[in-house]
């Protein structure tokens, strides 16, 4: 697929706070290549960086997109579990938002026992099945129902391990990276100037704390990851 610039306005990503990073004693010096100054005691990432990491994200995903490549969404921070939910099933893409249960793609045959329980005790809830039973196991299933939706419904229609990940945080998602470290799936990844660029594939020098920083972000590559599968159809 053709590269496209992807509408990133350096003046934008100011105002939405992408910027700033952390304590400068609290950075990772293998971040010194993405950070432009530091200002009262914090970094300032570098933001031409920012846009050129982030047009090859955009660029990567179009394209896997426009191949009916399936994207997983990772991003369990409070800042970030409702904009993951929303941006994520704006682009009809797989997400996990509350906990990442570990051996969830490095065990993804008992993920997949999962989901199909998950399924089974939904169509039992809205068939009515769970009304009939004895109230003590039906209210069991229910809890297991509630439990289910909450830690799977992200990832409801996965049927096999995804093509790339997206992790929000990278010190929080760790669990989560090496699970794809470990599978070889690709990963781009917002990296604040505490993280590790050298555990991604693709790394965003980016705020990984602030909800407009990390709302921007996520608007972008759900957004390369839409126009590449409309693209997509489009060329059928």
């Not at 997949?112 to 399924?119: D, G, N, V, Y």
């Not at 229609?157 to 470290?181: F, G």
Request: positive net charge; contains cysteine; hydrophobic residues 40%.
């Amino acid at each position: 697929m053709k590269q496209k610039s992807w509408n990133i306005n350096l003046e934008e990503v100011m105002q939405v706070g992408v910027h700033f990073g952390h304590q400068a004693r609290k950075w990772n010096p293998k971040m010194a290549s993405y950070i432009f100054t530091e200002r009262k005691g914090i970094h300032i990432l570098n933001l031409t960086q920012t846009a050129r990491f982030l047009s090859e994200a955009c660029d990567l995903l179009a394209n896997a997109s426009s191949k009916g490549k399936q994207v997983l969404i990772v991003g369990t921070k409070y800042q970030a579990a409702d904009l993951v939910a929303s941006a994520s099933i704006k682009a009809r893409c797989h997400y996990i938002n509350q906990k990442w249960l570990g051996g969830m793609l490095t065990n993804w045959s008992t993920i997949e026992k999962r989901l199909q329980r998950f399924k089974d005790l939904e169509n039992k809830e809205k068939t009515g099945v769970l009304n009939q039973l004895p109230k003590k196991e039906a209210a069991t299933l229910k809890r297991q129902l509630v439990q289910l939706r909450k830690y799977l419904g992200g990832i409801k229609y996965m049927t096999s391990l995804p093509d790339i990940v997206i992790i929000i945080d990278q010190q929080k998602e760790i669990t989560a990276i090496n699970e794809c470290i470990t599978l070889g799936i690709p990963t781009i990844c917002l990296v604040d100037t505490d993280c590790d660029p050298d555990l991604t594939d693709i790394p965003i020098p980016a705020n990984d704390d602030a909800r407009a920083s990390i709302r921007w972000i996520l608007n972008k590559l759900t957004l390369a990851i839409s126009e590449g599968r409309y693209n997509s159809i489009e060329t059928e």
